[in-house]
């Protein structure tokens, strides 16, 4: 980011808005497209610091723009056409420094309401009868982000709906992880809701706290809590064949209760079950231990000596995190995960910028749409698997060796160029096979003296500390599990049983959930999944726009079943089948399957069952529209 020149003619604040879509927001105010060409030859990349505009030219704009501005309160100036076809698309391609390709057009003009183009919501061809209405009844398992979002559509489309909630208040991840440091790593003017523009985050990417505070506020602005059972949990839901419904059985204070319902939407994510490891002497550890989703904050850590398992997004967060307050610091790694920079991760939202978001006409949607370009498919191409080349083993193709190269270059810049330290950091794997995590001053952090990094594998924990492979003993006061989640388990604890009493777990096994598009099962007929198997965004994109796809296709679904009168729809297996031989195939040339690389997006087999194959245009095109004939439907 250029620094902002300390004064204009036209008001400080307008040096703190981000010069692209201030442009653009120019642009569409006054319809002088002419500007673009002077401003584009100096934006080089969609993230606001890969811009070089000279600070004369920034001013010139800055002055523009607080012209149009007041002649907009003075009545001088008529809000201008969107604008739409040639224009648009260059003024998309030069707001982000590339060319966006014509067939993401749609997309973003739905998307970001460009050209006058309305949000994709489900709205109704043949609105059922309200006593029809009032009897189809969808029950909805969580209330995190993606539990509201389907709350919220079925909201609009006046479709009765309960959400049974565990936890007494919403949020779901957001609200169970509380650990220093904890929080988002997708740019949050772009993890929000499409609908629900928050122009208030105080960091570009926010704690957790905050990000939860932001769901609270939805659920009360969209009326949801009076819908929410908390501190309720679904224990099973099993479909009932005779009445086409499901019974949902539940526990709260009260005790146990069997709920029924039309449809279930599960929406309890993919990671919500820590996973504690199997490691020998565990439970002998004699002093605090806790995992990261269930922090016990009633532990104070200052002066302790403290041993971290884990080096994944949760544990890059923590340690740097609480480092300070410790007397010393181990950290145990299995093995390395690759971390890339980004100038803005923990930087504040300035004032300027937040009243450019609130004041400058559309601003907000060029600002989201340039995130979401930043943060969207532009790597995808670079995480397929070129079968010439010569170094499979690090890297890819030319694109990710070039990128694994600035990685090690901003490590070796953070560590000082220790060589022994860089042996252990290094990842053996191409960059993005694990999820790219974002350097919270973790290499910086591990060069410090209070700080270890134990690589030799954990022989065993004893009441007092950890013994490595290498005989070395380790004294620890508490024990940190960053150590991740049960994702296989998909949906697990809960009991889903689909037709014939078959269940979720008898389908899946262990570790193998599949389902058409993510969304839906055959054999488990209204059933829709939030946020199912292999759905987990990894090259890029928000969490909360899968979910507003995956929440758009299940109200296509429900649109169906209510319009046709039908009491149930199933997924036809062959569908179901032939689109997960698509994701196989395509996810076996993506880096994701890489044979050197282990995560949690792999089964025990190696099938990659919980990342997306997709690039976000191909699932949005995907989700967007519902064919009747992937499904059977059984007759009221
Ligand atoms: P994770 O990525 O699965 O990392 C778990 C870590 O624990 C890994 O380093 C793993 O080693 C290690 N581990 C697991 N079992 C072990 C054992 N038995 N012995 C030694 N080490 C062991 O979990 P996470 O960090 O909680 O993150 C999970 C996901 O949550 C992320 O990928 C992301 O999707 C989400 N998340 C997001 C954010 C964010 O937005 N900022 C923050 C936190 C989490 P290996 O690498 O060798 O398996």
Known sequence: MNSPSAHTAAGDWLAEADIAPLLMSYVQITGDAAVLDEYAPHITGPWNF????????????REKIACALADMAAGKRAP??????????RMLSVCVGQPVPAEYVPMICHEMGFAGAAPLEVT?????????????????????????????????LGIPFTIIEKNAAVGGTWLENTYPGCGVDTPNHFYQFSFAPNPDWTRHFSQSREVQQYLDRCADNYGLKPHIRFSTEVLAARYDEASARWQVTCRSARGEETLNARAVVCAVGQLNQPLVPDIPGL???????????????????????????????????????????????????????????????????????????????????????????????????????????????????????????????HMA?????????????????????????RDNHWFRMLTRSDVDLVDAGIERVLPDGILARDGRFHAHDVLVLATGFQAGRMTWPITIAGRGGVTLRDRWGEDDPRAHLGITVPGFPNFFLMYGPNTNLAHGGSAIFHSECQARYTMLALRELLETGSAAMDCRPEVHDAYNRRVDD????????????????KNKRGRVFATTPWRLVDYWNMTRTLDPADYHFTKA
């Open 80 to 89: 201008a056409a969107p604008p739409s076809g040639e224009l648009l698309h």
């Open 50 to 61: 890969m811009e070089s505009v000279p600070t004369s030219l920034k001013d010139r704009l």
């Open 586 to 601: 395509l996810h076996a040339r993506l880096v994701w399957s890489h044979r050197l690389v282990g995560s949690w997006y």
């Open 283 to 409: 439970a002998d550890f004699a002093g605090p231990k806790f995992h990261t989703a269930r922090w016990d904050h009633a532990v104070d850590l200052a002066g302790k000596r403290v041993g971290m398992i884990g080096t994944g997004a949760s544990g890059m967060q923590v340690g740097p995190s609480i480092v300070d307050t410790l007397a010393h610091l181990t950290i145990f790694q299995r093995s390395p995960h690759w971390a890339v920079h980004n100038p803005n991760y923990h930087a504040s939202v300035p004032a300027g910028m937040k009243r450019a978001i609130r004041d400058i006409p559309h601003y907000a949607q060029w600002l989201r749409f340039q995130l979401f370009w930043a943060s969207g498919d532009g790597l995808y191409e670079s995480l397929k698997v070129d079968p010439a080349w010569p170094a499979p083993d690090q890297s890819l193709n030319a694109a990710n060796q070039a990128f694994r190269e600035r990685l090690i270059a």
């Open 413 to 437: 810049a953070e560590t000082g160029g220790d060589a022994a330290l860089m042996e252990k950091i290094v990842p053996r794997y191409p960059p993005y096979g694990k999820r790219m995590l």
């Open 124 to 156: 109704w061809r043949a609105r059922p009868p309200a006593d029809v209405l009032a009897r189809f009844h969808v029950l909805i398992i969580g209330a995190g982000e993606s539990g509201l979002c389907t709350a919220i559509k079925l909201l609009a």
